[in-house]
DNA sequence: CAGTGTGTGTTAAAATATTAACAAGTTTGT
DNA sequence: ACAAACTTGTTAATATTTTAACACACACTG
């Protein structure tokens, strides 16, 4: 019998037609937190060899990915700091608050909330939740955990798109299917497991055994050539 | 003046001097799990068709990735999941238990201890360290945290190449020193900052924050075409 | 107000990675 | 023992990503 149509990567356009990389995409919040950074310590002007120097992408990767999304930069003179920071925000959606959810208050739930709440700017924790009980009463900097059954009306009341999941492997698809019901779009799974979602739902995998698992190889040769 | 040579990707060759790219490697781990979990529902034989329906790679590329370090598959039938578990073992190294050190012992830090100890069955935590010494004596299920400076002698010793950092970005480049002059070769990198290292030492970065970044970037558009 | 230096944006080339196609073995059934 | 049904391993084609090269624009200098 024939093969279904690969779907493969959904390719992601730009306004010019062309198509964007998951790699490139990736990028964008590096560069963006780098500007956070020079702009703290009031850089006006950045060309993109010294990006590349605290970004570790090449000059050339920079000025291209920038280059797809419009010309930003001064030639001769490099990228106003604040100006391609606004120009990142819009590109990557994050100009607006964005609010997500959290499912799974264990301890990778509760580290995970905590350091985006302290660390990541762009994004604002709306709730977190758990199935067991005894997590309910649990604050994490002053949001409390709650019961599953309060996910639904809240996801939908606020309109939120994005999830964050560290719930154990075996429920992981329940509530993935829960929330793509009720309107999610984008989860980042932390779970050890392949979920299945409707295609328009984006679900990046954060396995961090697979992480560790695949930096092990790099530790042990290398007797180079 | 010229520019200095691109050192950029080394590439790491497999017996038959083809190269082995990035993201092979990283998808090593991924056939290790599910052939642990078909191990243990006594599956003997596999196909890649079904594999492929496990990871959500495409058949053609597991059988790419697999036949990259030699033919472990029988035509016709698959590949045996133990005889192709035992083979990947030794490919990434993971046929030794691997120990690995944690430095920083705040919420992140404890959590991903805890979790690998308890989820990755491949690698040993062999010590955790904080320069804060009111962590000193907090135990992560039994593992007690080591103050900075028993951190050379407990690498030396036992011989330890890789290491886990979960401590502030403004310190970490230091941690960083510290571990490549005792000889730890590659690092899981948590802080949200660029590190630098010489070439014969790999790192991770598993910005977390990024990860969240990048996703949302997906979770706005797509009205398709 | 030319001339020079600098750094972007763009186009072309090279390197990588993925997908497809198919030949070559294996097993099973008859 | 042969044919049919499968499934791997390999080679070729395609697509994507990265690197390089350079023309073009701006800024600064004298």
């Known amino acids: 019998m024939p093969r279904e149509k690969k779907p493969q990567n959904p390719p992601v356009k730009d306004k010019k037609g062309s198509k964007t990389s998951k790699s490139l995409i990736k990028r964008l919040p590096v560069y963006l937190r780098i500007l956070d950074n020079l702009i703290r310590r009031d850089v006006d002007i950045i060309s993109s060899r010294v990006l590349s120097d605290e970004t570790g992408f090449t000059a050339e990767q920079i000025r291209k990915d920038l280059a797809t999304f419009g010309a930003f930069g001064t030639r001769g003179t490099g990228y106003n700091t604040s100006y391609l920071?606004?120009?990142?925000?819009?590109?990557?959606g994050l100009d607006k608050q964005i609010r997500i959810v959290?499912?799974?208050s264990g301890h990778l739930g509760k580290a995970l909330t905590r350091y985006?709440?302290?660390?990541?700017?762009?994004?604002?924790i709306a709730g977190i939740f758990d199935a067991n009980p005894d997590e309910l009463d649990n604050e994490i900097l002053g949001i409390k955990v709650q019961p599953m059954e309060d996910l639904p009306l809240l996801i939908k009341e606020q309109g939120i798109k994005v999830s964050m999941i560290t719930v154990p492997a075996e429920v992981a698809q329940e509530v993935v299917d829960l929330l793509v019901e009720n309107g999610i779009t984008a989860i980042l799974n932390f779970a050890p497991t392949k979920l299945r979602a409707p295609a328009n739902v984006h679900i990046h995998n954060a396995d961090l055994t697979i992480e560790l698992q695949s930096l092990i190889y790099y530790s042990l040769e290398r007797e180079k050539e």
Chains 1, 2 share one sequence.
Do not use: H, M, Q, W
Not at 116 to 124: G, H
């Open 102 to 104: 959290v499912v799974g």
């Open 116 to 124: 985006n709440i302290l660390k990541n700017p762009y994004v604002e």
């Open 85 to 92: 920071r606004e120009k990142l925000l819009k590109i990557t």
